[in-house]
T-cell receptor, first 110, second 115 residues
Framework: QKEVEQNSGPLSVPEGAIASLNCTYS??????FFWYRQYSGKSPELIMF????GDKEDGRFTAQLNKASQYVSLLIRDSQPSDSATYLC??????????FGKGTKLSVKP | DAGVIQSPRHEVTEMGQEVTLRCKPI?????LFWYRQTMMRGLELLIY????????DSGMPEDRFSAKMPNASFSTLKIQPSEPRDSAVYFC?????????????FGSGTRLTVV
């Protein structure tokens, strides 16, 4: 059973702090990983993807991938109240569909 | 592009009734996915299509669920008869490729309530 595991949270951080969201996956065949943000009552929105070991930065967001440890993370620097949402991690192989984690709820307090 | 379009946005129906959810994928996307989201189980893949052909329906919970894609711009998910445990948000998503680095684009979802 291919699985993606996330801590459900809620993760609470003060405004301006770094939020760290983590994800582990079971399928070693997974090649690409995605982070989606989902606001309450809305649909998931893609914010980052990563497929190489190491870090990938996009503005305040940094995705990190460690294939040896089967670990993916998302760092949000200078967290804002508008970042409060559920963050979904998803992994997929070149031949398979995306498998989603259940998401981590992030709350950024002003 | 208008994105993935789903209808209706909300559906309230009585147990035993037939429910039909509709989806229009992004033009040019070869893959279409139907997901169900609940608090307990998160996002679950129900079925996906490639070029209008169903590829994997192993996530369809029961024979009460069926999905069709008669052409590249339209898909339906039907539940007959509906039950209260089917209450969830149903998302349609589309993608250029199944392993695409662009990920999936989701529609706004249909919130289904079966009473």
């Amino acid at each position: 059973q291919k699985e993606v595991e996330q801590n459900s949270g809620p993760l609470s951080v003060p405004e301006g702090a770094i939020a760290s969201l983590n994800c582990t996956y079971s399928d070693r065949g997974s090649q690409s990983f995605f982070w989606y943000r989902q606001y309450s009552g809305k649909s998931p929105e893609l914010i980052m993807f990563i497929y190489s070991n190491g870090d990938k930065e996009d503005g305040r967001f940094t995705a990190q991938l460690n294939k040896a440890s089967q670990y993916v993370s998302l760092l949000i620097r200078d967290s804002q109240p508008s970042d409060s949402a559920t963050y979904l991690c998803a992994g997929g192989g070149s031949q398979g569909n995306l498998i989603f984690g259940k998401g981590t709820k992030l709350s950024v307090k002003p | 592009d208008a994105g993935v379009i789903q209808s209706p946005r909300h559906e309230v129906t009585e147990m035993g009734q037939e429910v039909t959810l509709r989806c229009k994928p992004i033009s040019g996307h070869d893959y279409l996915f139907w997901y169900r989201q609940t608090m307990m189980r998160g996002l679950e893949l129900l079925i996906y299509f490639n070029n209008n052909v169903p590829i994997d329906d192993s996530g369809m919970p029961e024979d009460r669920f069926s999905a069709k894609m008669p052409n590249a711009s339209f898909s339906t998910l039907k539940i007959q008869p509906s039950e209260p445990r089917d209450s969830a948000v149903y998302f349609c998503a589309s993608s250029l490729h199944i392993g695409s680095y662009s990920g999936y684009t989701f529609g706004s979802g249909t919130r289904l309530t079966v009473v």
